[in-house]
Structures are given as structure tokens and as C-alpha cells.
């Protein structure tokens, strides 16, 4: 209701409201905020709301990656066990243990771990619950990464964190691969009848010589000595990947290839991003081209076209 919208605790401090002395305790806060409603009502006030639930939980909730913060009888791992994790993003508050002693197979499951000798391993654990007066949520855990100076572990602590799952980096089903095209393809007649035909130009890529995945390229060229031609060039991946396929599915999921150290966890499969839609040296390949025809005087955009093109194999 409006009666209760507040305005933010900032605007308050700047506005430097006196709200009195009203003791202490949860009847202090109450009778503060009636003062601060009072003093507040001829200016404009913003609706305030409380959290009553989660609808629907990330999926970061299941993968927050720690390390044992505080540990006590841990060896007994029973109801007297208390242990505290501290997760790597200090954006997760600290967690507490829920031990499930309800459930033998549970229990035997968590003496498997060896949580005691995990306390310089990172720990994947779940959020379980989040009671209204407690001060940290509980978890349980899922499994134990291994030591925290593996360079493995800290890829593998990175991905779990970020909700990436392990199978990610594991080939693609077959589902998936059955939406691929068969090998060797070529572009057909057809298709470049269809496009608009830019094999003459002269385009290039500006990678390194051991990038595989060359998704885009640009092309230049002067149209008279006041105008240039600029192209940008995208390789065109919803040829391949058709809606509502399980290749679609997949790739939606994964949403972007992931760029690590020491290699890369590809969005499509690497018959697309390294071959048909990656825009490789001497190769034809279809493309998404935008090109702007601009004033060298002005910067101004003089004329622009957006098309499907058969991109020119290039040197």
C-alpha cells in the first residue's frame, strides 16, 4: 500500500531526518521507521517490498565452491559436527554444514569424501536451506574438487562456479551430431544464387595464426578519394543450426564458448566453429555481411546495406 512505501535510507542520511532516541530492540526499529514515515510524507516516496520466496533457484546455487573455513569434531561426523565453509566468491555468504544423520547411506557417503583430510581441497556444496533467523545458510556436500594448487582443480572450480556442468567438456551427444551436416560439403548453386556474392572482394580476419575458430573478418576499400567502403563480416551459423534441433537446444544452453588457459570449451561442435562456420583462409563460406560506405571528411554513414553473402575464400 502506499501508506508504506519508504524512501531509500540514502536520501535519508542526505536529508539528515532526526527520527529521536526510541531505545533499543525490534520496538526501536519499529517506532524509527513510523518517525521516518512522518517526516517523509511531502516528498515523493518509492515503493518498498520484502522477499517472500524464490520462484525459480539458479543453478549457482548448486555449485558454490569453497574451502573449510572452521571445522569442529569433524571426525566423528555426527550431530555434534560443526564446519564452516568460505566460498571463493565473496559475493556467497559462508555456509554451514546440515549433517544428515537421518540417513546412513548419506553419512557413509560423506565419511567416503574424507572430509578430513579436505582442508586445503576445494568442496562443491549445495544451498539445502536458509532458516528466517539463522545467520548462514546450510549445505550439503557434493564433492571434493581435489587440492587448491592444481592447476586443474582451479579451471575445474572456475567452471562449477560459473554453473558450467562437466559435461560440457565432454564431446556432443548424438542427438547433436546427427543435426551436422555429412562431410565433405560444399556450398551449392542454389544457395549462392540466393545471396549476394562477395568472392572478388578482398576481405581478412585479424586473428593469430593459431586461432581455429575465425567467426569474423572485415573488408576496405576506397569507392573515390573522399569515400571508403567498410565491411564486416560474420559467418552465417543459422544455416547449420535450425530451430528446435537438439544442436539449437545445446548451443542455447551453453550459450558461448568458454576461452580458457590452456583451451576452450566450444559452443557448437568443432565440425562448425572450426570448419564450416569458421571463415578459414582459402575456404568459401557462407557469411552475414553489413557494409557502410563513409565519409573520410565527416565520419558520416553515407550508405549501409545488411545481407547473406558467400564470403570470398582470402589469402
Not at 514515515?37 to 543453478?59: L, S, W, Y
Not at 562443491?124 to 587448491?148: H, I, N, R
Amino acid at each position: 500500500p502506499l501508506a508504506r512505501w519508504l524512501e531509500s535510507l540514502t536520501e535519508l542520511v542526505e536529508k539528515k531526518l532526526v527520527v529521536g532516541d526510541g531505545g533499543g530492540g525490534d520496538q526501536a526499529r519499529a517506532w524509527t521507521l513510523d518517525e521516518i514515515n512522518n517526516q517523509i510524507r511531502e516528498h515523493k516516496r518509492r515503493p518498498a517490498g520484502k522477499v517472500v520466496g524464490i520462484v525459480n533457484p539458479t543453478d549457482q546455487r548448486k555449485h558454490i565452491v569453497c574451502r573449510i573455513h572452521k571445522a569442529e569434531k569433524l571426525e566423528d561426523l555426527s550431530p555434534a559436527t560443526s564446519v564452516t565453509f568460505r566460498p571463493v566468491e565473496d559475493r556467497f555468504p559462508f555456509l554451514r554444514l546440515q549433517v544428515p544423520t537421518d540417513s546412513k547411506k548419506e553419512m557413509k557417503r560423506l565419511k567416503k569424501l574424507e572430509l578430513t583430510k579436505a582442508r586445503d581441497k576445494f568442496i562443491l556444496v549445495m544451498v539445502t536451506k536458509w532458516p528466517l533467523y539463522s545467520e548462514a545458510p546450510f549445505c550439503g556436500v557434493v564433492e571434493v574438487l581435489g587440492e587448491m594448487t592444481s592447476k586443474e582443480n582451479q579451471i575445474s572450480a572456475v567452471l562449477l562456479q560459473q554453473g558450467i556442468e562437466q559435461t560440457h567438456l565432454g564431446e556432443f551427444s548424438k542427438e547433436v551430431i546427427s543435426c551436422l551436416p555429412s562431410t565433405p560439403w560444399e556450398i551449392g548453386d542454389k544457395e549462392i544464387s540466393l545471396r549476394r556474392d562477395l568472392r572478388s572482394w578482398r576481405i581478412f580476419s585479424i586473428d593469430p595464426e593459431t586461432a581455429r575458430d575465425l567467426d569474423d573478418a572485415l573488408s576496405i576499400e576506397m569507392v573515390d578519394e573522399k569515400t571508403a567502403r567498410v565491411g564486416v563480416h560474420i559467418a552465417d551459423v543459422t544455416h547449420f543450426v535450425r530451430p528446435a534441433t537438439s544442436l539449437d537446444k545445446e548451443a542455447s544452453k551453453r550459450a558461448t564458448s568458454v576461452y580458457m588457459v590452456d583451451g576452450v570449451l566450444p559452443m557448437l561442435p568443432r565440425l562448425l566453429c572450426e570448419e564450416l562456420c569458421s571463415l578459414n583462409p582459402g575456404t568459401d563460406r557462407l557469411a552475414f555481411s553489413i557494409v557502410w560506405e563513409i565519409s573520410l571528411e565527416t565520419c558520416d554513414v553515407l550508405s549501409e546495406w545488411i545481407r547473406q553473402t558467400p564470403k570470398p575464400s582470402f589469402p
